[in-house]
């Protein structure tokens, strides 16, 4: 069993910034990549960024050079500065880890809410 828990989410106004962070625990033998993905009112969820083992990054047009995804290998902890950010960056954003064998498993999100 995997555990990813977030932290970081809140209100903040437009131009601000904000960074979340996902730990995860458990059975993480085989964690492959980390990476968060958000889910506004009425949308799909989409991705954001995400970080192989390895350091490889993965950002969606909408925040690069706005968001920095980054991980702590000792920590097991995954983290995403927002800078910059947009009212359109209101959403619950998610933690996921993905797994070799092809498993993965979600955190239980957290709101971000920016204001105008």
């Known amino acids: 069993q995997v555990q990813l828990v977030e932290s970081g989410g809140g209100l903040v106004q437009a131009g601000g910034s904000l960074r979340l962070s996902c730990a995860a625990s458990?059975?993480?033998?085989?964690?492959?990549?980390m990476g968060w993905y958000r889910q506004a009112p009425g949308k799909q969820r989409e991705l954001v960024a995400s970080i192989t083992r390895t350091g490889s990054t993965n950002y969606a047009d909408a925040v690069k050079g706005r968001y920095n995804i980054s991980r702590d290998t000792a920590k097991n902890t995954v983290y995403l500065q927002m800078n910059s950010l947009k009212p359109e960056g209101t959403a619950v954003y998610y933690c996921?880890?993905?797994?070799?064998?092809?498993?993965?498993?979600w955190g239980q999100g957290t709101q971000v809410t920016v204001s105008s």
């Open positions: 996921k880890a993905d797994f070799w064998m092809g498993s993965s498993y």
């Open positions: 458990g059975y993480i033998s085989g964690l492959y990549a």
